[in-house]
């Protein structure tokens, strides 16, 4: 069925004339507004996510906790980044762009789009929105919430459907914008559309091929080491943008003890229901296909050579259940630098520290990476190095904040970060001189 989103953009343009020119301090009211009732339907909405897309439920109230905040640190944001200033003779103050769409995925269904969502709204923008087609009740439930506040109409408005949906409303001739989180397929494709464009603002928020250094002949906890390798590998069922995909360990005396407890700690995970008590580490992925696409990925490896240090498996729970993978590839060539989106991770060794910032960054991609070492001067040398937009220290790689930029380089984005400098592509300044009376 072929979807026609005129009435869509003609609701938000006529919108757009009126929200564009409320006043800031107003828009930051009907914001708060909204946060407070997310506050409200916080249990309900996470019980949403959980249900739609396997997110175990703590995870789940974790996410509308960061839309909740998303509100305040947009303001924030905004605020300092698009703040009226003077320089020379001119005064610069910031416009909203228009009618922007924004196409969210499935992994945080509702943080990340609502990360696009409330800055675009701030800014004065009206917004069309159109969710995952694997998350359509999240979405509608956020747009319940906004219906409680007092936004005016044709501001933010929802549309259902898969790809061709989304071909439709990015085609469209009224389209001043969009703002995109998903794979770099799309991504790409999406680039190649407005390339002749240059007017309308595109933002590409991207996957990655993410490493992660183990400096065991620096580390003196394995244990922690092991805990958060497990966390930045195998969180949300491997469905985060930012999960290490290829752990680089460097070999020491040390680093069979430490294979030793990865693998113990990572076979010992919990997996089930996303509402059982107590909850479990990981629990489904968000659809069965993306099960089958995991093992598929790990029988390729180790049909290229790859040792299994713990396989991947099928669970009898359901379909979308697998549980955690780790294959070794050291010495594998021609291994393809793509993002397998699951549980899935790939170890290599090496004998030094370049050697694993130089593997690190043989990828097409630039989203995360970090290092576990206890020197800091050895992580220095590794931050100067890597290549990516995150770069974290003894953390996890999935341990993003809102209140920092949150985007990479190469097929991971195209240079507009999201989280705090989401304001800095839902707006564009206008320098003006101005000589009156």
């Known amino acids: ?69 998303k509100v305040e640190i947009s303001i924030h944001a905004y605020e300092q980044r698009c703040a009226e200033f003077t320089g020379g003779p001119s005064v610069t103050r910031f416009r909203p762009h228009g009618v922007l769409v924004v196409l969210g995925p499935y992994n945080f269904p509702g943080h990340l789009p609502n990360g696009h969502i409330v800055p675009a709204l701030l800014a004065g923008n009206t917004v069309i929105f159109k969710p995952s087609e694997y998350a359509p009740k999240t979405a509608e439930a956020m747009l319940a919430i906004w219906r409680e506040t007092p936004l005016p109409k044709g501001a933010l408005q929802l549309i259902q459907g898969g790809p061709e949906v989304a071909k439709t409303l990015t085609a469209h001739p009224e389209v001043d914008g969009v703002l995109f989180t998903g794979s770099a397929r799309t991504g790409k494709l999406l680039a190649r559309q407005f390339a ?53 360990v460097i070999n020491s005396e040390k680093a069979s003890d430490f294979f030793d407890t990865l693998v113990l700690q990572a076979s010992g995970l919990s997996i089930g229901d996303p509402f059982a008590d107590p909850p479990p580490f990981m629990g489904p992925l968000a659809h069965p296909t993306f099960a089958e696409a995991v093992l598929t990925a790990q029988a390729d490896l180790l049909k290229a050579g790859a040792t299994p240090l713990l396989p991947a498996k099928a669970l009898d729970l359901g379909k979308a259940y697998v549980s955690p993978g780790i294959l070794e590839v050291t010495g594998l060539t021609n291994l393809p630098d793509e993002e397998v989106f699951g549980p899935l991770l790939q170890v290599i060794r090496v004998n030094g520290l370049d050697d694993a910032i130089r593997i690190a960054n043989q990828t097409r991609y630039g989203l995360a990476s970090g290092i576990l070492t206890d020197s800091r001067d050895r992580y220095q040398h590794a931050y100067q190095r890597l290549r990516a937009g995150i770069i974290n220290w003894n953390a996890p790689l999935t341990g993003a904040s809102s209140a ?22 839902c707006a564009y300044p206008v320098a003006s001189i101005e000589r009156g009376e």
């Open 404 to 425: 920092a930029p949150f985007g990479g380089i190469g097929d991971s984005g195209n240079l507009r970060p999201s989280a705090f400098f989401a304001a800095d592509y």
């Open 1 to 69: 069925m072929t979807i026609d989103p005129t009435p869509l953009f003609s609701n938000a343009r006529k919108a757009f004339q009126a929200w564009s020119m409320t006043a800031f301090e107003e828009r930051c009211a009907i914001l708060r507004q909204y946060a407070s009732a997310l506050e409200s339907a916080k249990q309900s909405l996470a019980e949403t996510i959980a249900r739609e897309i396997g997110k175990p439920l703590p995870e789940s109230l974790g996410e509308v906790g960061a839309m909740i905040g």
């Open 196 to 248: 002749e464009t240059p007017g309308k603002v595109l933002a590409l928020e991207m996957g990655g091929n993410n490493p992660l250094i183990v400096d065991t002949p620096n580390i003196a906890d394995l244990e922690q080491a092991a805990k958060t390798t497990v966390e930045s590998a195998f969180i949300s069922a491997g469905q985060r943008c930012t999960c290490a995909r290829r752990l680089i």
